[in-house]
């Protein structure tokens, strides 16, 4: 689709943040690695890539991938826009969904990413809304008052 080339720009601009949270981004597409070249080597002043992402696209041609993570819509046969955060222990984190006109947004990846990472090292959760340097939650009844207090 005409949204597929700007999320796939996107997270390629971004790489630089991922590697910076050890996270290593992979591109999967139920395109042929044939149309896959084909958009490298189209302008992106004509909806093409224009070179290389920084990160690696998949052919999932036989959409097995797609099928398998649960996005592939089987009548007409196309994945909705799916993305997995998955953790270093092969865990799912997080999981979103977006129907086929509406891109994925590559700063919330990013967030959650942080988000989780920070839950992880730090034991505390994070509130909604939550970003960087912003308050978080200590998980248990007496100590989770301080946030709650801070910010009512």
């Known amino acids: 689709t005409f949204v597929c080339p700007t999320e796939l720009l996107a997270f390629s601009e971004k ?3 991922f ?4 996270t290593e981004v992979i591109g999967v597409s139920t395109d042929s690695h044939f149309s896959h070249l084909a958009w490298i080597n189209t302008p992106r002043k004509q909806g093409g890539l224009g070179g290389d992402l920084g990160y690696a696209l998949l052919s999932d041609f036989n959409k097995q991938i797609a099928s398998k993570y649960g ?3 089987e009548e007409p046969g196309v994945a909705l826009r799916g993305l997995f955060i998955i953790d270093k222990e092969g865990i799912l984190r997080q999981l979103t969904v977006n129907d086929l006109p ?3 947004s590559v700063e919330e990846t990013l ?3 942080k988000a ?3 839950v992880e090292k730090h034991g505390e959760v994070c509130p909604a809304n939550w970003q960087p340097e912003s308050k978080t939650i200590k998980p248990n009844p007496k100590d989770s008052k301080e946030y709650f207090e ?3």
Do not use: H, M, T, Y
């Not at 590697?19 to 050890?22: D, G, S």
């Open 19 to 22: 590697k910076a949270l050890n």
């Open 116 to 118: 989780f990472q920070f």
């Open 71 to 73: 996005v592939l819509l």
């Open 15 to 17: 790489i630089p943040e």
């Open 102 to 104: 509406v891109g994925r």
């Open 150 to 152: 801070s910010v009512n």
């Open 111 to 113: 967030r959650l990413i």
